[in-house]
């Protein structure tokens, strides 16, 4: 079984400050990892994928996420916060082609 | 880009009453997944389809069924409807590439069930 934990319920930054989301996964085959956001009363937009290439993965929006085997952590990086990426974040994780695992997600809420 | 396409968006429907919920796919894409997510949950697999047939299913409840067309459009039909089901429900569709590595599904914007 595959499932995802995500650090923080709500993680609170000011704007310019860095955006830091965690994410660990649990796999027993490679995962596929990815991470989605969800702005209210909307569906879900791809950020970004890790898919067993590149460990440092480049998204939009100017997120990154970095694929740590050793540590089982797929954290979503952001240098500078902006006040339109407050909105819900969420790791998922499959393998193959099959249904994605979500974590409970991560409020990010940004403060001037 | 195209993407997703999801019907109706909101949809009000009392307990007992039945429910059928409507999903296109990004053209060309083959695989069609359909997930719920409740107030401040995260979103729960129900059920998937590749080329027409049923390829995963997860926890969708007996009252639950789905069909994916010979379009690629896909149905998601819920009966004997419980306060439960109040959720938002989204489908997402992929493209299944032999020995290739993208598996990334795309959502539509969901529909927003409200049983009363």
């Known amino acids: 079984a595959q499932s995802v934990t995500q650090l923080g319920s709500h993680v609170s930054v000011s704007e310019g400050a860095l955006v830091l989301l965690r994410c660990n996964y649990s796999s027993s085959v490679p995962p596929y990892l990815f991470w989605y956001v969800q702005y209210p009363n909307q569906g879900l937009q791809l950020l970004l994928k890790y898919t067993s290439a590149a460990t440092l993965v480049k998204g939009i929006n100017g997120f990154e996420a970095e694929f740590k085997k050793s540590e089982t952590s797929f954290h979503l990086t952001k240098p500078s916060a902006h006040m339109s990426d407050a909105a819900e974040y969420f790791c998922a994780v499959s393998n193959t082609a099959s249904k994605l695992t979500f974590g409970t997600g991560t409020r990010l809420q940004v403060t001037l | 880009a195209a993407g997703v396409i999801q019907s109706p968006r909101h949809l009000i429907k009392e307990k007992r009453e039945t429910a059928t919920l409507k999903c296109y796919p990004i053209?060309?894409?083959?695989?069609v997944y359909w997930y719920q997510q409740g107030p401040g949950q995260d979103p729960q697999f129900l059920i998937s389809f590749y080329e027409k047939m049923q390829s995963d299913k997860g926890s969708i409840p007996d009252r639950f069924s789905a069909q994916q067309f010979s379009d690629y459009h896909s149905e998601l039909n819920m009966s004997s409807l419980e306060l439960g089901d109040s959720a938002l429900y989204f489908c997402a569709s992929s493209l299944f590439l032999a020995g290739g590595n993208s598996y990334e599904q795309y959502f539509g914007p969901g529909t927003r069930l409200t049983v009363t």
């Open positions: 053209p060309r894409h083959d695989t």
